[in-house]
């Protein structure tokens, strides 16, 4: 768990990467007095505990300096700080699992065998378009998200970051759509946003999408120079669909050094009964004095923005992701850095003003210590047809190999309280099967769940991820077996950022019929080079 002090210096997490190396070492029974004897299992295990602690070590050590432009103490340096202490916090979880809690039962009913078993049109849908820049790596895709149309279910958007930077951003953000159902793409970079395309920013990350009303998409990132300290969040509009985008609108820029915007999300109310129909959220934690959540709206198709409204208020927050019901009624989702609780908030008046925090389950991540999934920060879906609402994350609280299965809440009261969690991955806890990303839709009682997984045996991780797919049919009651969802990633040639980094999210879109998930897959290039790290998606028929 993230204490609520969120700006530790270099020594202290120096010194809990110290104690992350004794106590690997002391978990496997080992000291370095018997380091002469004799045994594969022996070296196995000792290998895999000082590998372990000395990548978390040196993780710690260069996230003093990594993307820290700017001042000393400048609020971008914090933020590289606290990245690299969830990581490690992840990490010891993992090595120091508590004991196993007993899986809560569940009565509801399966679902249909045959129902949502359907896979077609698995494909890559783009690769990178930027420019490779000093210091980028080229031919890197990372952390897609995607949304549908509501007024018709074969266009969809994915958006993703393009030449990750290994301290932070990319060189511009992509983007892929299509309106034939997956069949067909159309991908290129967005336009004015970073100086790659004629923007002015350095650096963009974190894409989010969603679609209004009248069929307008709507595109957030980040945006943050590399020497300035700058930092931002821009909207880029596309009025024919996601084929061309308008210029990008500053919903923020801040100049001081004490400020950095992260970890942003957008959502559009849809609903014709809404009171706000039409009305753009974007949320995001601000990096300051401490790490507040914050929100602001449109009601002019995303071209001027509403003064920032406090959602948290003094508590410090990440991962805020946001919703709209149907009655208009607005929710955020996000971990509480104060008490390790992942909670949400609500407005009842549009965004002006916002209710208690709720707590729907405690953090109890843990994460591979060569990869960065931050798979904690939690995804979020509303079911426009029943309003009931499911947050999910990775979650190793029924555990015992501190490794993680994906676990979902359930609120049918619009988010006043929440019951759960339900396990949708049905292997069992002994299986090594360790699961990471989420991503979550929900429409017409059906909850949808696309998730990565990565084999561990006996402390050592597979350096191969694959995705796989489940669902419920009794409004996340009961999940199905998990069928498997495309070719799988191979980690040696993914983007590194703190570790092997996919992205710190994926997703999955749905209609009443067909899914679209959207991942980042690692390959071997098919001509010598470092990276090579695309986005696919695919089609899940009812």
Sequence with gaps: MVSSSVWRRPRTSLLAGAAILSSGLRAEGLSFAVASEEGGSWMKRASVAITSALVVLMLLISSATAGGKGDAGSARQRWSQFWADRQAAAVWRGLHPKPALPLPKTHGVPAVPNAWTTLRGVRQISRDTST?????????????????????????VAVFQQGRFPDGGSVGPGYATSKDGGRTWVTDEFPGVTTDRGGFWDRASDPWVAFGPDGAVYAVLIAFQEVACDSGITVSRSDDGGITWNPPVEAQHDTSCAVFNDKESITVDTDPDSPHEGRVYITWDRVSAGQPIQLKYSDDRGQTWSSMKSVSGSVSGVGANVLAQPNGNVSVVYIDLNNGFEVVQTSTNGGDTWGPIVNIGLDEASSPF??????????????????FMYVGWCDARFRADGLNDILVWKSINGGSTWTGPVKVNADSSGSGQGHLNVGLAALNHVVHAFYLVRKNSGGVWSNFVVQRYSHSEDDGVTYSSEIPVGPKTDLTYAAQAGGKFLGDYIGIAAGLTTAHPVWCRASRPPQPETYHQTTWSAVIIQ
């Design 132 to 156: 490779p820049r000093g210091g980028s790596e080229p031919d890197t895709q990372a952390e897609p998200y995607i949304a549908m149309d509501p007024n018709n279910p074969r266009h969809v």
């Design 370 to 387: 060569d990869q960065r999934v931050n798979c904690d920060l939690p995804t979020f879906a509303v079911d426009s047809r029943t309003s």
